[in-house]
């Protein structure tokens, strides 16, 4: 008999990070402070597994505030519009680990995006709760998400790559 189970993801023990070359020389890196989701799993089993994730769009931190403020701003992300970035999509086994297939939808366009999710294992928390552990790692193009802004830099490259380099530590846990 099939029998469904709910995680949510454990923010405190989560953190969802990206990169993006600056100068086409070195990367900045930031993360996104607030964010939950959900996966849906049957038999305990993350193969064909739903994954709904939502992110604060105006929770990104880059250390740098000047530069938080105009990523937020209507130039990129546009927070105050946009304030959500959504992901939905399903975990696909792939020998030892899995393929995060799935959409992506930033600024209210939706692409499909692929990444890779490695499976870390699973463990008793210490309220006797069922945790699972996953690192995904993956890229996509701000320009497919209509987010165009960029100026020369002095030495004739961009001031911000095209490449957003994406990376997720993701500890889920199982809901009552």
Do not use: C
Request: glycine share 8%; proline share 2%.
């Amino acid at each position: 008999m099939s029998s469904t189970k709910k995680w949510r993801i454990e923010q405190g023990h989560s953190q969802i990070q990206f990169k993006v070359k600056h100068l086409s020389i070195t990367n900045v890196n930031g993360i996104f402070k607030t964010f939950d989701g959900t996966v849906t799993t049957q038999n305990n089993e993350f193969d064909n597994a739903e994954v709904k994730v939502s992110i604060a769009a105006d929770s990104i931190d880059t250390q740098l505030p000047e530069r938080d403020k105009h990523l937020m701003s209507p130039y990129l992300f546009d927070t105050e519009n946009y304030p959500l970035i959504t992901f939905e999509g399903i975990f696909r086994k792939n020998g030892e680990n899995y393929i995060l297939d799935g959409h992506l939808t930033l600024r209210d366009v939706t692409k499909p995006i692929s990444l890779e999710a490695q499976f870390t294992g699973v463990a008793k928390g210490f309220a006797g709760d069922e945790r699972a552990g996953f690192e995904i790692n993956g890229k996509i193009s701000r320009k497919d998400f209509d987010l165009t802004w960029n100026i020369a830099a002095n030495s004739g490259g961009l001031v911000i790559g095209d490449e957003i380099k994406l990376h997720f530590d993701i500890q889920l846990v199982e809901n009552d």
